[in-house]
Protein backbone atom coordinates (compact mmCIF):
# COMPACT_ATOMS: atom_id res chain seq x y z
CA UNK A 1 0.00 0.00 0.00
CA UNK A 2 1.44 3.09 -0.58
CA UNK A 3 1.79 6.59 1.10
CA UNK A 4 -1.26 8.06 -0.42
CA UNK A 5 -3.67 5.61 0.17
CA UNK A 6 -2.37 5.18 4.09
CA UNK A 7 -2.79 8.66 4.49
CA UNK A 8 -6.44 8.79 3.21
CA UNK A 9 -7.51 5.61 5.37
CA UNK A 10 -6.10 7.23 8.06
CA UNK A 11 -7.59 10.77 7.35
CA UNK A 12 -10.93 9.06 6.89
CA UNK A 13 -10.77 7.14 10.03
CA UNK A 14 -9.93 10.14 12.00
CA UNK A 15 -13.14 11.79 10.59
CA UNK A 16 -15.04 8.81 11.27
CA UNK A 17 -13.91 8.79 14.97
CA UNK A 18 -14.66 12.89 15.29
CA UNK A 19 -17.91 12.06 13.96
CA UNK A 20 -19.03 8.95 16.45
CA UNK A 21 -17.48 11.34 19.04
CA UNK A 22 -19.84 14.23 18.14
CA UNK A 23 -23.13 11.93 17.65
CA UNK A 24 -22.31 10.38 21.33
CA UNK A 25 -21.75 14.03 22.78
CA UNK A 26 -25.02 14.82 21.00
CA UNK A 27 -27.04 11.78 22.16
CA UNK A 28 -26.02 12.63 26.00
CA UNK A 29 -26.46 16.39 25.86
CA UNK A 30 -30.02 15.25 24.18
CA UNK A 31 -30.50 12.92 26.90
CA UNK A 32 -29.94 15.34 29.65
CA UNK A 33 -32.59 17.77 28.06
CA UNK A 34 -34.90 14.97 27.92
CA UNK A 35 -34.81 14.40 31.84
CA UNK A 36 -34.45 18.08 32.36
CA UNK A 37 -37.79 18.37 30.65
CA UNK A 38 -39.17 14.99 32.51
CA UNK A 39 -39.20 16.92 35.63
CA UNK A 40 -40.39 20.09 34.45
CA UNK A 41 -43.01 18.45 33.27
CA UNK A 42 -43.42 16.62 37.00
CA UNK A 43 -43.01 19.71 38.89
CA UNK A 44 -45.68 21.36 36.49
CA UNK A 45 -48.33 19.01 37.08
CA UNK A 46 -48.01 19.01 40.83
CA UNK A 47 -48.50 23.02 40.61
CA UNK A 48 -51.60 22.43 38.17
CA UNK A 49 -53.05 19.90 41.00
CA UNK A 50 -52.28 21.90 43.39
CA UNK A 51 -53.73 24.88 41.75
CA UNK A 52 -56.95 23.01 40.32
CA UNK A 53 -57.23 22.29 44.60
CA UNK A 54 -57.41 25.74 45.34
CA UNK A 55 -60.06 26.74 42.36
CA UNK A 56 -62.11 23.81 43.95
CA UNK A 57 -61.78 24.96 47.45
CA UNK A 58 -62.51 28.97 45.96
CA UNK A 59 -65.83 28.07 44.75
CA UNK A 60 -67.38 26.12 47.33
CA UNK A 61 -70.67 27.30 48.90
CA UNK A 62 -68.91 28.08 52.42
CA UNK A 63 -65.56 30.31 50.91
CA UNK A 64 -67.83 32.27 48.25
CA UNK A 65 -70.00 33.28 51.47
CA UNK A 66 -67.06 33.69 53.59
CA UNK A 67 -65.84 36.56 50.76
CA UNK A 68 -69.43 37.76 50.32
CA UNK A 69 -69.44 38.82 53.77
CA UNK A 70 -65.93 39.96 53.92
CA UNK A 71 -66.49 42.38 50.72
CA UNK A 72 -69.98 43.95 52.85
CA UNK A 73 -72.46 41.81 50.96
CA UNK A 74 -75.67 40.60 52.69
CA UNK A 75 -76.04 37.13 52.70
CA UNK A 76 -79.41 36.11 52.74
CA UNK A 77 -80.58 33.97 55.66
CA UNK A 78 -83.76 32.43 56.26
CA UNK A 79 -86.23 34.78 58.05
CA UNK A 80 -88.13 31.61 59.20
CA UNK A 81 -88.95 28.18 58.69
CA UNK A 82 -92.37 25.91 58.95
CA UNK A 83 -92.33 23.02 60.70
CA UNK A 84 -94.96 20.44 59.97
CA UNK A 85 -96.22 18.03 62.41
CA UNK A 86 -96.02 14.44 61.69
CA UNK A 87 -99.18 13.42 59.94
CA UNK A 88 -100.23 16.73 58.70
CA UNK A 89 -102.00 16.86 54.86
CA UNK A 90 -101.26 19.50 52.62
CA UNK A 91 -105.02 20.57 53.20
CA UNK A 92 -103.51 21.10 56.54
CA UNK A 93 -100.30 23.22 55.43
CA UNK A 94 -102.49 25.42 53.37
CA UNK A 95 -105.18 26.61 56.32
CA UNK A 96 -102.06 27.17 58.44
CA UNK A 97 -101.46 23.77 60.20
CA UNK A 98 -97.79 24.23 60.27
CA UNK A 99 -96.21 26.17 62.88
CA UNK A 100 -94.41 29.51 61.80
CA UNK A 101 -90.59 29.86 64.08
CA UNK A 102 -88.89 33.00 63.33
CA UNK A 103 -85.20 32.83 63.25
CA UNK A 104 -84.63 28.93 63.24
CA UNK A 105 -85.91 29.33 66.98
Given at each position: MD???LAMLVVLLTLIGFITVFQQVRTWRLGYRINELREK???LQEEQRRMQLEVARGLSSASLMERAQALGVNVGTPSGYNVV???STAADLVG???EKMEGGQ
Open positions: LHRKRLRVGGAG
